[in-house]
Nanobody, 126 residues
């Protein structure tokens, strides 16, 4: 059974930074794309970023491009999301996710992700 555990959320002022971590277990982590999503109150869960199995390719939502960086350490079975220049509209619960299999490329469609962590709250004050 795949397990994903996020950490690193918190309360920060606008313009601040946070680094989220997601520790994975239960299968060969390095074989799969990993993604980050977020869900604000009353809104759908939206794509934030994704990274290829080897870390060489990344993909970002337009709203976070240039401010957020996704990375991974396959030796530690961990994926990260470095968030800089945070804005109040970044406030959400952040989830990491893993797909069931490999579908080619990296992808933003949440329906392709089978496994989800419990989420970590990020709150950005204005």
């Amino acid at each position: 059974q795949v397990q994903l555990v996020e950490s690193g959320g918190g309360l920060v002022p606008a313009g601040g930074s946070l680094r989220l971590s997601c520790a994975a277990s239960g299968r060969t982590f390095r074989n799969y794309v990993m993604g980050w999503f977020r869900e604000a109150p009353g809104k759908e869960r939206d794509f934030v970023a994704a990274i290829s199995w080897n870390g060489r390719s990344t993909y970002y939502a337009d709203s976070v491009k240039g401010r957020f960086t996704i990375s991974r350490d396959n030796a530690k079975n961990t994926v990260y999301l470095q968030m800089n220049v945070l804005k109040p509209e970044d406030t959400a619960v952040y989830y990491c996710a893993a797909p069931e299999g490999n579908y080619g490329g990296i992808y933003s469609d949440k329906n392709l992700y089978r496994y989800w962590g419990q989420g970590t709250q990020v709150t950005v004050s204005s």
